[in-house]
T-cell receptor, first 113, second 115 residues
Framework: AAGVIQSPRHLIKEKRETATLKCYPI?????VYWYQQGPGQDPQFLIS???????DKGSIPDRFSAQQFSDYHSELNMSSLELGDSALYFC????????????FGSGTRLTVV | AQSVAQPEDQVNVAEGNPLTVKCTYSVSGNPYLFWYVQYPNRGLQFLLK??????LVKGSYGFEAEFNKSQTSFHLKKPSALVSDSALYFC?????????????FGRGTSLIVHP
């Protein structure tokens, strides 16, 4: 079965650079969620999209933005990167009306040096 | 508001023994409850969920969890632990009446199964 695809798997950036993370949800899933997991931390919710519209907003810094495109894939754009942005970034998708489980991608490990 | 607590940072168990990873939750309405497992440098893998119905939920890899409304708990259990079960386990909750579709995760419990 198709899963949630995230790219890239690993990313190394320097401070003040920008990064773009991509997420391809499971087909027919209408909702995408972004989470940030710092070292030894639980996943923290950043932002979500339902039917290509921003749905909920969590602890997403102003330096970050995200959008969901017509094909339902989503991109998380991160600017003016800081050392503290180094983390594992997860994308998850779900079908809001038909099931209440969330399928996570394998994550993108971002290292800011 | 919704929250979830995993009171143990680490659980140690010998292979072949039963294991329990604890989770308690707080919601204003009724909960949807989930367990996920995370292996090092990997994503969160879905184990099981409670939506409604039987309080005992069976999931992947022989895991099960029991929903206890009076104790607001959803402990993860397995009758016989394997060394390969060693991983980080996250409990998550979503309040059905909370108006949000965002699950809140616990801090995670590291399960270590000794040979």
């Amino acid at each position: 079965a198709a899963g949630v695809i995230q790219s890239p798997r690993h990313l190394i950036k320097e401070k003040r650079e920008t990064a773009t993370l991509k997420c391809y949800p499971i087909p027919r899933h209408d909702t995408v969620y972004w989470y940030q997991q710092g070292p030894g931390q639980d996943p923290q919710f950043l932002i979500s999209f339902y039917e290509k519209m921003q749905s909920d907003k969590g602890s997403i810094p102003d330096r970050f933005s995200a959008q969901q495109f017509s094909d339902y894939h989503s991109e998380l754009n991160m600017s003016s990167l800081e050392l503290g942005d180094s983390a594992l970034y997860f994308c998850a998708s779900s079908n809001r009306d038909r099931e209440y489980g969330y399928t996570f991608g394998s994550g993108t490990r971002l290292t800011v040096v | 508001a919704q929250s979830v607590a995993q009171p143990e940072d680490q659980v140690n168990v010998a292979e072949g023994n039963p294991l329990t990873v604890k989770c308690t939750y707080s919601v204003s309405g009724n909960p949807y409850l989930f367990w996920y497992v995370q292996y090092p440098n990997r994503g969160l893998q879905f184990l099981l969920k409670y939506i409604t119905g039987d309080n005992l939920v069976k999931g992947s890899y022989g895991f099960e969890a029991e929903f206890n409304k009076s104790q607001t708990s959803f402990h993860l259990k397995k009758p016989s632990a394997l060394v390969s079960d060693s991983a980080l386990y996250f409990c998550a909750v979503r309040d059905i009446q909370g108006g949000s579709y965002i699950p809140t995760f616990g801090r995670g419990t590291s399960l270590i199964v000794h040979p």
